[in-house]
């Protein structure tokens, strides 16, 4: 291998653009390739943060000139790319979900398992620092037994119909997040039960997709979790997590740019906005994950979520669809 640890990176959206930044300013990586059937797309982000342009991912993932993937292309792809990198023993971050449809991700589940080359996706809250302290705070005993975990999250502004029409809907593509936070801190979910809700959006509900959402998750030990999720928020995106256990409470707010406050004749302790999206509040979560990556890759003892990670939030997701259709509680065994 290589000084520099060389990354290709498939897939040039959204989320692809974010790792291409996080890429082009990490020590010791380089973004050796960009690689997306849309060459212009590809062309720009190369130009933005250096690498070869590629359209056929096959073939990057073989290439001699590349140590690891990043794999950002539209989850439909996800899991024959992954395949790929585990049989060529390619180390691969792939994005979430591995695919919406939890027999292709059993169909990998054994090769995954058996591979040679590290393999993590992206659950990228595991990596914010708030929530990271707050973890290993819990983790040390400082609130006793944990009994209660509420985690919310609210979008600003529901995403593009026409995206929410083949994202795999609110629990596949939004509360996946916070279903993995919920087995970050409680591994072993035995229930789930969901209510869907159509509360503001009429061209969502037009989809049979739900936006917003209220999950309550049991533990084998009788730990509760409650999700809670809309796809709006007027005040910006709202992140927050809360920890309760036998001797206290840990909790993460919502962030701002900075801790200024003003307090006047007409009101007191006035801060800023919430940070707006996850671009700004997961800055952070997006280094320290790929950080954890490359890690692994040079073969570090380090704990990074991984497929047995990624298949266990989506069949909790599954659940919760189920759930929510049928309006009742839905048992679940995630070693099975």
């Avoid at 979900?97 to 995954?112: F, G, K, Q, T, Y």
């Avoid at 006793?144 to 999250?153: K, P, R």
């Avoid at 936070?181 to 072993?188: E, G, L, N, S, Y």
């Avoid at 659940?319 to 009742?328: H, K, M, N, T, V």
Wanted: with cysteine.
């Amino acid at each position: 291998m290589a000084d520099a640890l060389r990354v290709a990176l498939i897939g040039t959206g959204r989320i692809g653009r974010v790792h291409a930044a996080t890429l082009a300013r990490t020590d010791g990586v380089e973004l050796a390739v960009v690689c997306d059937v849309d060459t212009a797309r590809a062309e720009a982000v190369a130009a933005a943060y250096g690498g070869a342009v590629a359209t056929d991912p096959g073939l990057v993932i073989g290439s001699a000139d590349v140590d690891a993937v990043v794999i950002a292309s539209p989850t439909a792809t996800h899991v024959d790319l992954l395949g790929q990198a585990v049989e060529a023993g390619v180390p691969a971050l792939c994005e979430k979900p591995i695919d919406l449809d939890i027999a292709r991700v059993d169909a990998l589940r054994e090769r995954a398992a058996a591979a040679t080359a590290p393999v993590m996706v992206g659950f990228n809250r595991r990596f914010d620092p708030h929530f990271a302290a707050l973890r290993a705070r819990v983790a040390a005993g400082e609130i006793g037994h944990l009994e209660h975990l509420a985690v919310t999250s609210r979008d600003p502004a529901p995403p593009p119909v026409a995206y929410v029409a083949v994202s795999g809907g609110i629990f596949r593509d939004m509360t996946i997040h916070d279903l993995d936070m919920a087995r970050w801190f409680v591994p072993d979910i035995v229930s789930v039960t969901a209510t869907g809700l159509r509360q503001f959006d009429d061209e969502i509900a037009g989809t049979g997709d739900y936006d917003a959402a209220v999950l309550t998750l049991v533990g084998a030990g009788g730990e509760s979790v409650v999700i809670t999720n809309s796809r709006h928020s007027a005040y910006g995106y709202d992140q927050r997590l809360e920890a309760f256990g036998s001797d206290g409470l840990l909790s993460v707010g919502n962030v701002t740019d900075t801790v200024v406050r003003f307090s006047g004749a007409t009101a007191s302790e006035v801060g800023e906005p919430f940070q707006n999206f996850f671009l700004e509040r997961y800055a952070a979560a997006y280094e320290r994950e790929l950080a954890a990556f490359v890690s692994a890759v040079r073969g570090a003892d380090v704990v990074v979520p991984g497929f047995e990670d990624g298949r266990a939030a989506l069949v909790l997701a599954d659940a919760a669809l189920l759930s929510a259709r049928e309006g009742r509680r839905v048992d679940v065994d995630l070693a099975r």
